[in-house]
C-alpha cells in the first residue's frame, strides 16, 4: 500500500512546550514552543479507565499499583549518537505528572550509568559491533527488572536503543518465566552475530533469547552472563512472542520466522484485518494456554510511520497510522495481563526541530496509552 495510503487518518504528534533544549554530543535541538491556534496546541486529555475497569487490568501489579521508571539510555546497539537521550526527553515531556494523573503511583529509578562500563573490547567484531558494552548494559538492565518486579512493581523501561531489549527479556524471563511478548517494531531483531547483515546488536535482542538459535550468546563477548547457572536457562519459547507491524525483515529472520512458526503480523496483515483484528489474534495466541499470563510490550517507535515519527534511525515508510499506534497499546493495556513495557529507538539528533518534538510527543502518547490512558 502507498505511503499516502498508510498514513492515512494519521494526525500528528506536536511540539513540547515544557521542553525547551536537549544537547547530544553531535548536535544542538531546540523544540520551539508551541503558539497561535495551531497544531502545537493539540493535546490528549489524561483521563484514566474507569475504577471499575481499572480493577481487571494491571492484574500482575500489587495494588496500590505503582510503576518503575528504568531509564535505559543505550546507543551502541546502532551507529547514531542521540538514542540516549529518550529517557531524559520523555521525562521532560511530562511522563512522571501524566502517569500519577491517570492513577499510578510512580518511582523514578533514574538512568542506569551505561558510562561506568568498561568497554576493554580491543578487537572489534563486525558481526557483534560495540558487544561488550551492549552486554554489560544489559545484564545491568535485566538486574534491575528483575529488582522491580520483586518489589512487585510495574516495570516501564526507556530506551536507548532496542539492543536493551536483551537485557529486558532475559530479566522478565527469569522472574516470570511464563510471559508473553508483544514485539512492536518494523523489524524482527531475530538476527545473531553469525547471520546478521549488517552487525549492529539493536537488530538481535529477540535472536539472542530465543530457544534453539544456532549461537550461543554467552560466547559473545559482553554477554558471558547469559551462560551463568541462574541464566543459562532464560530463553524465549517461539511461541510466547507475537510481532505486530513488521515491513522490513532479512532473508535468514524470514527463514527463523516460518521454521519456528513464529505469530507474526505484517503490515499486510494489519491492511487486511484492521488493526483490531490483529490485536484480537495476538492476544489470542498469547493467551489461548493460560488466560493470566503476564503479558511484556516493548514498542519501537520505528513501527510508526515515518511521517508520524521520524525521529528514529530505522524508518520504514509505510508503518502504523496514529491511531493504529495507539490502538496497539490500548488493546494490550485493556488485555488486563499488562505486566511491563519498554520504549526505544527515539532519536532527536534524527530529524529537525518539529519531527524530534512530535517523535516525542506520540512516544509519550503511546506509554500513556499502555498505562491506561482512556478516552471515556
Not at 510512580?106 to 542506569?112: A, E, K
Not at 545491568?140 to 516495570?155: G, H, W
Not at 535468514?252 to 499486510?268: C, G, S, V, Y
Amino acid at each position: 500500500m502507498s505511503q499516502l495510503l498508510r498514513s492515512r487518518g494519521g494526525q500528528k504528534a506536536f511540539s513540547l512546550p515544557s521542553m525547551l533544549t536537549s544537547y547530544s554530543s553531535s548536535a544542538f535541538v531546540s523544540f520551539p514552543k508551541a503558539g497561535g491556534a495551531g497544531c502545537g496546541n493539540v493535546r490528549d486529555k489524561m483521563l484514566p479507565t474507569s475504577e471499575e475497569e481499572s480493577n481487571f487490568m494491571y492484574t500482575h501489579t500489587k495494588r496500590p499499583k505503582t510503576v518503575s521508571i528504568i531509564g535505559a539510555p543505550m546507543t551502541h546497539g546502532q551507529p547514531y549518537v542521540g538514542t540516549d537521550h529518550g529517557p531524559k526527553l520523555l521525562r521532560e515531556a511530562g511522563l512522571l505528572d501524566h502517569l500519577t494523573s491517570i492513577g499510578w503511583r510512580v518511582h523514578d529509578s533514574g538512568d542506569l550509568d551505561f558510562n561506568q562500563i568498561d568497554n576493554g573490547q580491543t578487537h572489534e567484531s563486525p558481526n557483534a559491533k560495540n558487544s561488550q558494552i551492549v552486554g554489560q548494559g544489559c545484564e545491568m538492565l535485566a538486574n534491575a527488572v528483575i529488582r522491580t518486579i520483586e518489589e512487585d512493581r510495574f516495570p516501564l523501561i526507556l530506551g536507548g536503543d532496542h539492543s536493551i531489549g536483551a537485557g529486558s527479556l532475559a530479566g522478565l524471563l527469569k522472574a516470570k518465566p511464563n510471559t508473553g511478548i508483544i514485539w512492536v517494531d518494523a523489524h524482527a531483531d531475530l538476527n545473531t552475530p553469525d547471520i546478521s547483515e549488517s552487525g549492529n546488536m539493536h537488530g538481535m535482542p529477540v535472536g539472542l533469547l530465543m530457544k534453539g538459535m544456532g549461537q550461543d550468546p554467552s560466547t559473545i563477548p559482553g554477554f558471558e552472563w547469559l551462560g551463568s547457572p541462574e541464566m543459562k536457562n532464560v530463553r524465549l519459547d517461539p511461541d510466547s512472542i507475537v510481532y505486530i507491524g513488521l515491513r522490513d525483515v532479512d532473508n535468514k529472520e524470514r527463514l527463523i520466522l516460518r521454521e519456528k512458526n513464529i505469530k507474526a503480523f505484517t503490515m499486510f496483515d494489519v491492511d487486511k484485518y484492521g488493526i483490531g483484528g490483529v490485536m484480537e489474534q495476538a492476544l489470542d495466541h498469547l493467551l489461548k494456554k493460560d488466560a493470566n499470563r503476564p503479558l511484556h510490550v516493548s514498542y519501537d517507535i520505528d513501527s510508526v510511520d515515518p511521517l508520524l515519527a521520524p525521529a528514529t534511525g530505522t524508518a520504514v515508510r509505510g508503518g502504523l497510522t496514529y491511531r493504529e499506534a495507539h490502538y496497539v497499546a490500548e488493546a494490550a493495556a485493556r488485555s488486563g495481563n499488562l505486566a511491563s513495557a519498554e520504549i526505544v529507538e527515539l532519536n532527536p539528533t534524527l530529524s529537525d526541530n518539529n519531527g524530534a518534538a512530535e517523535t516525542v510527543e506520540l512516544g509519550l502518547g503511546i506509554l500513556t496509552s499502555l498505562m491506561g490512558k482512556s478516552i471515556v
